[in-house]
């Protein structure tokens, strides 16, 4: 299990195993968020603005109807993970430039070399000329592994066999292509060297010597906590522009992100996701996030509350063209209900003189009217039309009323609209009559 990951299902399930959700719990849950983005290498001063932004907004936002406490900051912790990730756009590799001079570090093994031969199947998809230069002088066979990706992907390539200086190499391979009209040049550099001042060293004078473009870092996502640091190194070194994370294909849910990307303040643009050179996608910090956190439990609230966020919408819209809706109606009554018994409310409105027991029905029915349409779905109650004869049973059934019961409530919502609608229109003649 890798450790990033799992500190962040200890948040979930924190969340889920509170019960009121009220400060002291959700400061045990924070702390857990802290303990979890600190153990993946997350800047402090970073981990704090997230969990003070997590506990603000869990505060200050409202419980939607349908939906618990413990799912609303279920969707704000991923909402400010994504956040965290560079937000939900993906990540747009531009080529603005001929050519483009793509550099790819990252330690052995990585996968860069791979990277750059599906980056390169990748760019040539979209149209773009795409030479690939084998600046690795370190490993023997580096050369030969890129020139035969090159091939099998139909990109140029530029190598000089048995060559020791890896910069003369890169320059020379970004003459080359920019000779011959290329749109973009890969550099796939060394991973390993006599130590890692040594490699650190050399990228340095790689990247002064062909200025880059874009530096991509390539993360291998079984790493964990570990990218940070190797991040770290390579940003120093040459400025990290972006990040691709390999081997997302694997059992490793690539909890190393966080950390490379805090590291460096890049964005992670692909993950690689098998060893065939069709096997990269452009990144989505959402699909990403929601491993994190554990799928799929977390991909049907968040369909929820996407689902909700239409509705209001739709709602906001009803209430701009001056619909009123069971949704609008039953806030009302919860309204009139929270301000005492309703003899004292129509008291209070000078309406003492109702005949004995009536004042004592209307209550009765608001609470059966309650009951009743918190047996109905949002879009019921949203647009009350679509409530036909098996909804009006299903409705009486789950609310423990009669379907009597529910058609009086739907008599009396219309009865209202109608009401609202002659208000409405007799407000706009008085308006139009200069009052
Ligand atoms: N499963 C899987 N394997 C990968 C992926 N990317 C690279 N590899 C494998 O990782 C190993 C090292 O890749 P290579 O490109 O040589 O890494 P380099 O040393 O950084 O150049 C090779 O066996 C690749 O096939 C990936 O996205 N998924
Ligand atoms: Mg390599």
Redesign the pocket.
């Known amino acids: 299990m890798e450790e990033t990951r799992s500190g962040f299902l200890r948040v979930v399930s924190r969340i889920k195993n509170s019960v009121l959700l009220d400060k002291k719990e959700v400061d045990a849950v924070i702390r857990e968020l802290q303990r979890a983005l600190l153990r993946a290498d997350v800047d402090v001063k970073l981990v704090f603005q997230v969990s003070q932004r997590v506990r603000e907004r869990f505060f200050s936002e409202k419980v939607p109807p349908g939906f618990s406490k413990r799912e609303v900051l279920l969707k704000i912790l991923y909402e400010e993970l994504v956040r965290l990730l560079g937000g939900e756009e993906p990540y747009e590799f531009r080529v603005d430039k001929r050519p483009k001079v793509v550099m790819l570090v ?10 750059a031969a599906k980056l390169a199947a990748y760019l040539q998809k979209r149209g773009f000329r795409v030479g690939l230069v084998a600046a ?1 002088t370190y ?1 023997p066979g ?1 050369y030969e ?1 890129l020139k035969q990706l090159s091939e099998a992907v139909g990109a140029g390539f530029y190598g000089e066999p048995g060559a020791r200086d890896a910069v003369g190499v890169a320059r020379r391979g970004l003459d080359y292509f920019r000779r011959r009209g290329y749109d973009v040049v890969i550099i ?1 550099t060394a ?1 390993r060297h006599k130590d890692e001042a040594g490699l650190i060293e050399e990228m340095r004078e790689i990247a002064a010597g062909v200025k880059p473009d874009e530096t991509i870092l ?1 993360i291998d996502s079984t790493i964990g906590k570990a990218a940070g640091r190797q991040a770290a190194a390579f940003h120093e070194a040459a400025p990290i522009g972006s990040i691709i994370l ?5 059992s490793a849910k690539g909890g190393g992100a966080l950390s490379a990307v805090a590291a460096t303040g890049a964005r992670v643009a692909f993950i ?4 065939k050179v069709g ?1 990269l996608r452009p990144f989505d910090a959402r699909e990403y996030v929601s491993r994190l956190l554990g799928m799929p439990d977390l991909r049907g609230l968040l369909e929820r509350f996407d689902k909700l966020e239409r509705i209001e919408r739709e709602r906001a819209k009803a209430i701009a063209a001056g619909k009123l809706t069971l949704l609008d109606l039953r806030d009302q009554l919860k309204r009139v209900r929270s301000m005492g018994p309703l003899s004292s409310v129509l008291e209070m409105l000078g309406g003492s003189a109702l005949p004995p027991g009536v004042a004592e029905q209307g209550e009765k029915n608001i609470r059966k009217w309650l009951v009743i349409m918190d047996s109905m779905t949002v879009e019921e109650l949203l647009n009350p039309s679509i409530i036909d004869r098996h909804r009006v049973e299903r409705i009486a059934r789950g609310s423990g009323t009669t379907p009597r019961d529910v058609r009086e409530l739907l008599a009396a919502y219309k009865r209202t609209k109608k009401l609202m609608r002659q208000l409405s229109k007799s407000r706009r003649k008085l308006r139009g009559l200069g009052f």
């Open positions: 990252g330690i052995q093994g990585s996968g860069k070399t791979t990277t690795d490993r580096a592994q796939d991973g390539v390999t081997k997302m294909d694997g690689g996701v098998g060893e096997d």
